[in-house]
């Protein structure tokens, strides 16, 4: 565990070795993966949570994009736009995403792209880049599908009050709502396939190659079928989720209040375990792309301006230390043999 300087002005992201945390003192830190140890800091006033790719760290200050080194946090290019407030990586291209204007930049060089101005929908909530689907949900109940190409709006979904972030998957955008619903809309014209209701607003929402999760407010967690929404199994976590949960290989984990993080089997809904730290969670848990035993599996930043790094101790040995056998196990059987004729 450590103390930041400062709190967190949003959420932090990761690489394969490091964390990066925008605080609230105008600067970003460049924390080491393993043991929490500051490897650079550099000032700037984060206008956007920071998005990372091929050794490069992204973040959006004020009325500037910057690309840094993710090794040394050296100013590799610098990109002029309005306020930012949301960055998405969609393959070669950096879309910085504001109220009112998309624009698109070579993420390699920061050269500008394309421009495309938009109807004010209100600050975007989240962005998901997959293939060539880019979809935005925005604040004053909009979800918009936009094109890669040149920016323009090809559908727009209207989900009221206000939706939470997109999740992307299988041709389908999966998106929860303040009015306590759940969608699945079709990639191609953002008609509805299927549509929960459930008892408190939806906060996020994950996948994997069987399910689809998500949580809301009503302390539960649901997983299901991604194709026509049948539900597979749903279970209480004991605490309102605060942000998307995240599906792992072998267990969905969900952020909340009191636990802090929660765990369950993908299959079946069962409890795996709880964690819980003595504060609030800022932004969604970063968790490893591989989780080894004995190392760094979970980083977590709390709003107080706190980190942990956690270790997955079910994995550590689940069973004894292998004993040498003193007698064979089981019992001695007989010889069968035919009956006499």
Same mark, same amino acid.
């Given at each position: 565990?450590?103390?930041?300087?400062?709190?967190p002005?949003?959420?932090?992201?990761?690489?394969? @070795?490091?964390?990066? /945390?925008?605080?609230?003192? #105008?600067?970003?830190?460049?924390?080491?993966?393993?043991? %929490?140890?500051?490897?650079?800091?550099?000032?700037?006033?984060?206008?956007?949570?920071?998005?990372?790719?091929?050794?490069?760290?992204?973040?959006?200050? %004020?009325?500037?994009?910057?690309?840094l080194?993710?090794?040394?946090?050296?100013?590799?290019?610098?990109?002029?736009?309005?306020?930012?407030?949301?960055?998405?990586?969609?393959?070669?291209?950096?879309?910085?995403? &504001? &109220?009112?204007?998309?624009?698109?930049f070579?993420?390699?060089?920061?050269?500008?792209?394309?421009?495309?101005?938009?109807?004010?929908? %209100?600050?975007?909530?989240?962005?998901?880049?997959?293939?060539?689907?880019?979809?935005?949900?925005?604040? !004053?109940?909009? /979800?918009?599908?936009?094109?890669?190409?040149?920016?323009?709006?090809?559908?727009?979904? @209207?989900?009221?009050?206000?939706?939470?972030?997109? $999740?992307?998957?299988?041709?389908?955008?999966?998106?929860?709502?303040? +009015?306590?619903?759940?969608?699945? $809309?079709?990639i191609?014209?953002?008609?509805?396939?299927?549509?929960?209701?459930?008892?408190?607003?939806?906060?996020?929402?994950?996948?994997?190659? !069987?399910?689809?999760?998500?949580?809301? $407010?009503?302390?539960?967690?649901?997983? /299901?079928?991604?194709?026509?929404?049948?539900? !597979?199994? !749903?279970?209480?976590?004991?605490?309102?989720?605060?942000?998307?949960?995240?599906?792992? +290989?072998?267990?969905?984990?969900?952020?909340?209040?009191?636990?802090?993080?929660?765990?369950?089997?993908?299959?079946?809904?069962?409890?795996?375990?709880?964690?819980?730290?003595? %504060?609030? /969670?800022?932004?969604?848990?970063?968790? &490893?792309?591989?989780?080894?035993?004995?190392?760094?599996s979970?980083?977590?930043?709390?709003?107080?301006?706190?980190?942990?790094?956690?270790?997955?101790?079910?994995l550590?040995?689940? #069973?004894?230390?292998?004993?040498?056998?003193?007698?064979?196990?089981?019992k $001695?059987?007989?010889? #069968?043999?035919?009956?006499?004729?």
């Open positions: 565990m450590i103390t930041l300087p400062a709190p002005a949003a959420p932090a992201a990761r690489d394969g @070795s490091h964390v990066y /945390v925008p605080l609230a003192s #105008e600067s970003l830190v460049a924390l080491d993966w393993a043991s %929490g140890d500051m490897i650079w800091s550099t000032n700037l006033k984060a206008t956007s949570a920071p998005v990372t790719a091929n050794g490069v760290v992204y973040i959006g200050a %004020g009325t500037s994009i910057l690309a080194d993710a090794a040394s946090g050296d100013t590799r290019w610098t990109a002029n736009t309005d306020a930012t407030q949301l960055l998405c990586l969609a393959g070669t291209r950096l879309i910085a995403v &504001s &109220s009112s204007t998309l624009r698109a070579d993420a390699a060089s920061g050269m500008a792209q394309w421009t495309q101005h938009l109807d004010d929908a %209100g600050a975007p909530v989240g962005a998901q880049a997959s293939g060539d689907a880019l979809v935005v949900s925005f604040a !004053k109940g909009a /979800v918009r599908r936009l094109s890669l190409d040149d920016g323009h709006v090809i559908w727009t979904r @209207s989900v009221e009050p206000r939706p939470g972030p997109p $999740l992307v998957a299988r041709n389908t955008a999966y998106v929860g709502s303040a +009015d306590n619903r759940f969608y699945a $809309l079709a191609k014209d953002g008609k509805v396939r299927w549509t929960w209701r459930t008892g408190g607003a939806v906060t996020g929402a994950a996948a994997d190659a !069987k399910s689809v999760y998500y949580t809301g $407010l009503d302390a539960v967690v649901r997983a /299901v079928n991604p194709g026509n929404g049948n539900q !597979k199994w !749903k279970h209480d976590i004991g605490t309102r989720a605060v942000a998307p949960p995240v599906a792992l +290989d072998g267990s969905v984990l969900i952020a909340g209040l009191t636990p802090l993080l929660s765990g369950f089997a993908p299959l079946t809904g069962q409890p795996q375990g709880t964690f819980d730290l003595p %504060g609030d /969670v800022h932004g969604v848990p970063l968790v &490893s792309d591989t989780l080894v035993p004995r190392t760094v979970v980083a977590v930043v709390l709003k107080d301006g706190r980190a942990y790094g956690l270790r997955s101790l079910p550590m040995f689940n #069973e004894g230390p292998p004993q040498l056998l003193l007698a064979l196990p089981g $001695l059987l007989t010889r #069968e043999r035919p009956p006499a004729r």
